[in-house]
């Protein structure tokens, strides 16, 4: 067995999507994936299974960097376990600014809901956040940039929100600044009772009660317009400014909890509001004694005239007048990652169809089978042998069928049938193969005194009759620029062997039917799940199938080649790879033993 020591850096981003799709689907409802030529993710009710999830995602290349996967891993946290667990889709939004003010508010509520059962999003989504900063996707504002008033609002709103209640700090910044904005453009009054609605509304217990907040902030600023609150008489010497009796009115310093605050207020004390689990920092306007008048310090009320005019600005805004921050977190979380903006279009995520298997159901075929692979099969099973005694695996337990037990006759009358005694390799053999058997064109090549298929099937047919002799659970597919499944783990291997034999034509795709491979072994109950690829070399794309042997890893997957020839030998030392090679028939039996070894070690 060869192996080199090759740090794989990239990441196989479509397996990894699949691993933590199943691991959600684990932990709640089962959710189903389907690539499709979007601009961005969606999730709902499966149609082809009412209790689980259909969650869709756009094309995307096959490996990123570790910022990528994170922002995959966020996205599918958020998507998920926020909207997929507690979003209800029967409800339609409402259009135009309404609606993007309930996605506004909505996010933040589905996460604060899935903390209470996975703790561990919080950690996972503020992560994808932070790259969405550090790859500005994120931002403040900009100081020469005039932006809508809608703009200004859902900004402030999704940074204030986000990293006060869900302790996303890289957003504080940003928060302060929109904070200071939103005081400007809408007045300290207005801007504290939109906070305190749009608190409620995080602590909704249902997404029609956030749709009703969205419609009391819509008619808060409906009634800020049309009903202007009285002017204050300036005090001597204080031209335009409130007196000191009213400093401590700005946002976050009123004894009303309506007056919310920055990331120094404490939301829980809000009407329905949550708490947000750490005290925030306190922001500018928020400091006893600030003096009102300024928007920097929280004080602040516009004339009517331009207050009118820019309530009218949102309340006829569109989803484009609301800017970045009015797109749901799943927008931005596909519009940050590398991996989606290129892989648009391409083949990178399309599904390797399985093709149908070629029929022969011929008790000839399974006899000349064994035969062909009688020699293999017996110097493997010596050497599996060996290890298994060497090991003293055996496990005795009480059973209703098997050797009987004298000193368990008794119990007979007693209604215990369980007299019999039974061995077992099950509790020390938990593990589950899969073979790939390699069936392109370059098999048909020579090997010896026989063909590279030839020797590939032989293989195979060995590996296949010593696994089904120590009852480990295996399957068996042969692969080319297609699928042909020959065993599943639950089929008869005798029946099997009446189809299975030497098949070669068309190219090689190696790294795609290992990804294919893996997939299927990483619904596998067992605690070992091995794949052993027998092929002539050709890895395929070198990167994507090395990024996908280091991400099964980390899900207990094991991936073992059988090189058949050493021609391609360096590219597997490359990559860091197990491999066993033979160049020629003596030499397959220990090809196969160095990548079975693993299965009853």
Sequence with gaps: MQQG?????????YLYTHLLLDEAGRQGRKVRLEWANIETAAIGPDPKNPAGLLMKLPHMASVGTEGDATLLRALVSHEVLCHG????????PDKGIGGVLE????????????????????????EGIEVLVDRGVFAGPKADEQLHPAEILTSWLVTELRSELLGQSCLEAFSRDYRKLAIQTFGSRLTAAVKSEALKATAAPTTADVQVHSRKI???LKMAKEN???QQQPQSGQSGQPDKADAGQGAGNSSDPSQGGNPGDKPGKADGAPQPGKKGRAGKGDQPGDQPGDPAKGGFEPNQGDLAKAIEQVLKASKEDAGTYGKGLEDHLVEGSEAMATGGGMSHTHEMGVASRPQRDSEENRTAMRAGARAITAALGLKIEELLESRALVHRRRSTEGRIRPGRVWRLVQGDTEIFQK???QEELDTCVMVLDDESGSMNEPFGDMRREDAASRVCVGAGEVLNNAEVPFALVGYNTSLHQYKGFDDSWAETLKDFGPHSASSTNTHLAVVWALRELINRKERRKILKVVTDGDPGDQT??????????????????????????????????PYGVANDAPELANAVFASLEAAFA
């Design 5 to 13: 020591a090759k740090t794989v850096s990239m990441r196989h981003l």
């Design 85 to 92: 667990h507690h979003t209800d889709f029967s409800v339609m």
């Design 103 to 126: 996605n506004v508010l909505e996010d933040p509520r589905g996460e604060l809901l899935a903390l209470a059962r996975y703790p561990g999003s919080k950690k996972v989504i503020r």
């Design 218 to 220: 819509l008619e808060l």
């Design 228 to 230: 202007p609150p009285p």
């Design 423 to 425: 061995r077992s390799l």
């Design 544 to 577: 994507v199938l090395a990024a996908a042997i280091e991400e099964a890893k980390a899900f207990g997957v094991e991936v073992r080649f059988v090189l058949i020839s050493s021609r391609e030998e360096y590219k597997y030392r490359s990559m860091g790879v």
